[in-house]
């Protein structure tokens, strides 16, 4: 099933995840805007947010990580809906806190396309945090 009416902002400071990311959601009938750090992520988000779904966050970049992004898009529209990504193994104690404040879930890299599809459809359906852990 493809997604055409739905939009996902994919804010991460690594080109190739954002191309990644963005080729595989595209393929997936989703449209995408893409941000290289917090501050034009926020931008973006600022410019186009009745038409964003769905933000995937990088937890760490330079300047505005993706924690304060997220705080910072909460105070913009508090139903803002996201994932948070990250290399690390295993959550960090800030991306635990997030969830708490309403991030929808943790998505490890390395993922594939399969998985990604997977998290973003389930972050899209819910109306609140599922607060999974995604492999």
């Not at 600022?46 to 970049?61: G, T």
């Not at 997030?98 to 998290?119: C, M, N, Q, Y």
């Given at each position: 099933?493809?997604?055409?009416?739905?939009?996902?902002?994919i804010v991460d400071d690594?080109?190739?995840?954002?191309?990644?990311?963005?080729?595989?959601?595209?393929?997936?009938?989703?449209?995408?805007?893409v941000a290289v750090d917090?501050?034009?992520?926020?931008?973006?988000?600022?410019?186009?947010?009745?038409?964003?779904?769905?933000?995937?966050?990088?937890?760490?970049?330079?300047?505005?990580?993706?924690?304060?992004?997220?705080?910072?898009?909460?105070?913009?529209?508090?139903?803002?809906?996201?994932?948070?990504?990250?290399?690390?193994?295993?959550?960090?104690?800030e991306v635990e806190t997030?969830?708490?404040?309403?991030?929808?879930?943790?998505?490890?890299?390395?993922?594939?396309?399969?998985?990604?599809?997977?998290?973003?459809?389930?972050?899209?359906?819910?109306?609140?945090?599922?607060?999974?852990?995604?492999?």
């Amino acid at each position: 099933m493809l997604d055409q009416n739905k939009t996902v902002l994919i804010v991460d400071d690594n080109m190739g995840t954002r191309a990644l990311i963005q080729l595989a959601l595209e393929r997936l009938g989703y449209r995408t805007l893409v941000a290289v750090d917090g501050a034009s992520g926020l931008d973006v988000y600022k410019r186009c947010q009745p038409e964003i779904s769905l933000v995937l966050l990088d937890a760490k970049m330079p300047g505005m990580d993706g924690a304060e992004l997220y705080r910072t898009l909460r105070e913009y529209n508090p139903a803002v809906k996201c994932l948070i990504i990250s290399g690390y193994a295993a959550p960090s104690r800030e991306v635990e806190t997030l969830k708490d404040e309403g991030v929808l879930g943790f998505i490890r890299k390395p993922f594939s396309p399969k998985t990604l599809a997977k998290h973003v459809r389930a972050a899209l359906g819910s109306g609140s945090s599922t607060n999974q852990e995604l492999h």
